[in-house]
C-alpha cells in the first residue's frame, strides 16, 4: 500500500521560512516523479513544482520561482519543500503527490499523479 505523508507545516511570519518534508512508502521511489500541490481557502488546488525521477530536472511554478526548493532523499524516500520569503499568499495546504511515467508537458496536471498525501496546513501570517 502506498503511502504518501507530510509534515513540517505551521504558522510563520511573512517573510519567515519553512521546510516541509513528504515520506514515502510502499513505492519504487526514485523512478517516480514528485512533486508538490496546495490549495489555498477558496480556491482550487494549483502546482508548485516537481522533482523528476532517477536524477531528473525540477519545475517550478512562476509564483515560487526563486523562493521555493524542492529536493528529494531518494535512500530515505522523502521529499522536501525548502519555502524561503513566504508570503500571506502561500498560505494553503500544501500535498504531495507521486506520479509514474509522466511527460514533462504534464507535470502540472494534477489528474496525472497516482498518489496523494492528506495535507499540511501552511499559514503565513502576522
Known amino acids: 500500500q502506498v503511502q504518501l505523508v507530510e509534515s513540517g507545516g505551521g504558522l510563520v511570519q511573512p517573510g519567515g521560512s519553512l521546510r516541509l518534508a513528504c515520506a514515502a512508502s510502499?513505492?519504487?521511489?526514485?523512478?517516480?516523479?514528485v512533486g508538490w500541490f496546495r490549495q489555498a481557502p477558496g480556491k482550487e488546488r494549483e502546482f508548485v513544482g516537481v522533482?523528476?525521477?532517477?536524477?531528473?530536472?525540477?519545475y517550478y511554478s512562476d509564483s515560487v520561482k526563486g523562493r521555493f526548493t524542492i529536493s528529494r532523499d531518494d535512500a530515505k524516500k522523502t521529499l522536501y519543500l525548502q519555502m524561503n520569503s513566504l508570503k500571506p499568499e502561500d498560505t494553503a495546504v500544501y500535498y504531495c503527490a507521486a506520479a509514474r511515467g509522466i511527460i514533462l508537458s504534464a507535470i502540472a496536471v494534477q489528474s496525472n499523479y497516482n498518489y496523494w498525501g492528506q495535507g499540511t496546513q501552511v499559514t503565513v501570517s502576522s
Open positions: 510502499g513505492l519504487t521511489f526514485s523512478t517516480y516523479t
Open positions: 522533482r523528476r525521477g532517477i536524477g531528473g530536472a525540477t
